[in-house]
């Protein structure tokens, strides 16, 4: 189903449209297996994007990309690669990867640093308005200052790549995952490597 369900993907950005709904949700699976991927009610065209300004309002926030939540000004395939990478997780670890506390923006924030990390600052200043680098810093410094706060209690999540393993995900099926949840969209795995991913996806 994770190799129906990229190279579904993958001839959705070849005619240079964004899917930015992608979640288990819509992902149908008939009585043969066939994955199909639906509701392409959110979908645009990729020079759409290019041309102007799209709503950051878009994908179920459990599979909402870093640059969604922090409200970058513009956004490309990467927003569905991310979403990608969530849904293919869910079939090793059964349930949600990236659920949030609370669900709002700030928590799911809070979510997919503490479980990814931070990206540099550089990108963000260069990415996000003024306004959400602000929010951001002021989420992550509260964040912080909880973590270092000895009289907090502390609930500490199994990182990522051991929850899958431990779920029966090899070494190769970890690294794709984790090669599509990068918090710097700049090195998620983009179209030009998805035929290496498409070979790594024998391990699934």
Not at 16 to 21: N, V
Not at 65 to 94: H, N, P, Q, T
Request: proline share 3%; glycine share 4%; aromatic share 8%.
């Amino acid at each position: 189903m994770a190799y129906q369900l990229l190279l579904g993907l993958c001839s959705i950005h070849h005619n240079k449209i964004m899917h930015r709904d992608l979640a288990l949700k819509n992902i149908l699976v008939d009585e043969d297996s066939n994955a199909y991927i639906a509701d392409l009610g959110l979908a645009r065209a990729h020079q759409t994007a290019e041309s102007r300004v799209l709503t950051l309002d878009v994908v179920t926030l459990e599979y909402r990309s870093f640059e969604l939540l922090l409200c970058y000004k513009k956004y490309s395939y990467a927003v569905d690669m991310w979403s990608c990478g969530c849904i293919i997780a869910e079939m090793f670890v059964r349930h949600r990867l990236l659920e949030p506390r609370l669900r709002d923006t700030p928590s799911q924030l809070v979510r997919t640093v503490q479980s990814l990390g931070k990206p540099d600052d550089e990108l963000i200043t260069k990415h996000a308005s003024e306004s959400a680098a602000t929010f951001y810093h002021g989420i992550i410094r509260r964040f912080e200052a909880l973590a270092a706060d000895k009289n907090v209690p502390k609930c500490f999540d199994c990182p990522i790549p051991v929850q899958l393993a431990a779920h029966g995900a090899s070494a190769a099926a970890v690294d794709l995952i984790m090669g599509l949840l990068q918090v710097d969209f700049r090195k998620r795995l983009t179209a030009e490597e998805r035929k290496t991913a498409y070979g790594r996806l024998s391990v699934l």
